[in-house]
C-alpha cells in the first residue's frame, strides 16, 4: 500500500509538503501542489483517513445519527442527500443507525458516533416527529431533518405540510370537487394539524363551500390498518351509493385501503369518486391503479440542506420548512 512517505519522495518534496497538499492546499504555491497531486495520482494514493482523524486534522467529517431512517425505504434518501452533497464539496460523513425505542440501543448509538470524531452532527429520523438529543451530543454543531426538537435551539429541516396539502386542496377545487371526505392521520402527529389547516386554508377562500367531514386515525396508532374504517362504516350502510366525490387521505397507505373499499364495492376511480393521497411512498405511489394523485415527502431535499447548512454555516435557528412537491397523476 502506498504511504504518505512515497508520495513526498516522487514529488520530491517533504512529508509535511503532502500533509498540506492534502488537507491545506491553499498554503503552497501552485507549482508545489501540481507536483504532489501528480505523485498522488501516479501512485494512486488514498489518505488514511482515520490517522488524520486521530491527529485532529480532519475537521470536515459530519456524523449522521439515523433514528431507523437507514432501515426505512420511504425515508433513506435523506442519508443518500447527505453523502452526495458531503462528496460534493470535499467532506466526508458516515452514518450510525439505531431506533429510539431502546435508550441502551441509542446511547451505544451515540459512543460510535462520537469514536469517529465528527466536526458535526445531523440527526434525522425516518417520520416527522420530536426527538430527545442525547446529551452528549449537545456541544457538537448539530442540525436535524425531519425532526424537531425542544432540548437545544437548533436548525430543523423539515417537510412543508401545511404547503403541500394547500397546493394538493387547490388542484381539487379548481377540478370542482365539492363533498370531499378526509380521512387524516393521528391527530397527534406533528403532520396532521399542518395538512389539516392547509386542506382548510384552501378549501374555505371558495365561496359557498360546506364544510368537510374529517376523521383522525386513533393518537398513537401508526400501522395504519383502520386508517379507512370511516369510509368502510359509510360503504357498509350503503353499498351502492357514496355522498362525496373525493376521498382526501393523509397518507399513501390509508389511499391504498381506499381504493381497495372502493374498487370492491363497484365504485370507479376518479369517474365515481377521486382519491388522493400524501407521501408519494417509494416504489408504491405510481403503482396503483389508477396512478395515484398526492404529494411528495422532501426527504431528499432535507438530507440535502442539512448538510449545506452545516457545510456553509448557516446561522438560522428552528424550523426550516422544505417544499412538498404536488405529483399529480389519475386519481382526480
Known amino acids: 500500500m502506498t504511504a504518505l512517505k512515497d508520495v513526498a519522495k516522487l514529488a520530491g518534496v517533504s512529508l509535511m509538503t503532502v500533509s498540506r497538499a492534502i488537507n491545506n492546499p491553499e498554503q503552497l504555491s501552485e507549482k508545489t501542489y501540481q507536483k504532489v497531486k501528480q505523485a498522488i495520482e501516479q501512485l494512486n494514493y488514498v489518505p488514511d483517513i482515520s490517522a488524520q482523524k486521530m491527529r485532529g486534522v480532519a475537521g470536515k467529517t459530519i456524523g449522521v445519527l439515523s433514528l431507523g431512517t437507514a432501515t426505512t425505504p420511504f425515508s433513506v434518501e435523506i442519508l443518500l442527500a447527505v453523502e452526495q452533497t458531503v462528496r460534493k464539496y470535499g ?3 458516515f ?3 439505531t431506533f429510539e425505542e431502546d435508550p441502551d440501543e441509542v446511547e451505544q448509538a451515540v459512543d460510535a458516533l462520537l469514536s469517529h470524531r465528527p466536526s458535526a452532527i445531523i440527526i434525522a429520523r425516518n417520520g416527522l416527529s420530536r426527538i430527545r438529543i442525547p446529551p452528549k451530543l449537545a456541544h457538537f454543531p448539530i442540525v436535524l431533518a425531519n425532526c424537531i426538537t425542544e432540548d437545544l435551539n437548533v436548525a430543523s429541516y423539515i417537510p412543508n405540510d401545511f404547503q403541500g ?3 394538493l386542496t387547490q388542484l381539487l377545487v379548481e377540478k370542482g370537487y365539492k363533498k370531499p371526505l378526509c380521512l387524516y392521520i ?3 402527529a406533528i403532520a396532521a394539524k399542518e395538512r389539516q389547516n392547509g386542506f382548510e386554508k384552501a378549501w374555505f377562500v371558495q365561496p359557498n363551500y360546506e364544510m368537510p367531514e374529517q376523521f383522525f386515525m386513533p393518537k398513537d396508532l401508526h400501522e395504519y390498518t383502520c386508517g379507512a374504517d370511516p369510509l368502510k362504516k359509510l360503504l357498509a350502510e350503503n353499498r351502492k351509493k357514496l355522498d362525496y366525490d373525493v376521498i382526501v387521505c393523509g397518507n399513501d397507505r390509508i389511499a391504498m385501503l381506499a381504493y381497495q373499499l372502493l374498487l370492491s364495492h363497484g ?3 376518479p369517474e365515481d369518486v377521486a ?7 417509494v416504489g408504491v405511489a405510481e403503482l396503483f391503479l389508477p396512478p395515484l394523485t398526492t404529494v411528495q415527502l422532501p426527504h ?3 438530507g440535502e440542506q442539512a448538510a449545506l447548512h452545516l457545510i456553509e454555516d448557516r446561522t438560522a435557528k428552528g424550523k426550516q420548512y422544505v417544499d412538498c412537491p404536488l405529483v399529480v397523476r389519475a386519481s382526480c
Open 91 to 93: 467532506w466526508q460523513s
Open 95 to 97: 452514518v450510525i443507525n
Open 165 to 167: 396539502q394547500f397546493n
Open 186 to 188: 393521528p391527530e397527534n
Open 267 to 269: 365504485f370507479r376511480i
Open 275 to 281: 382519491v388522493v393521497g400524501y407521501d408519494n411512498m
Open 300 to 302: 431528499y431535499e432535507m
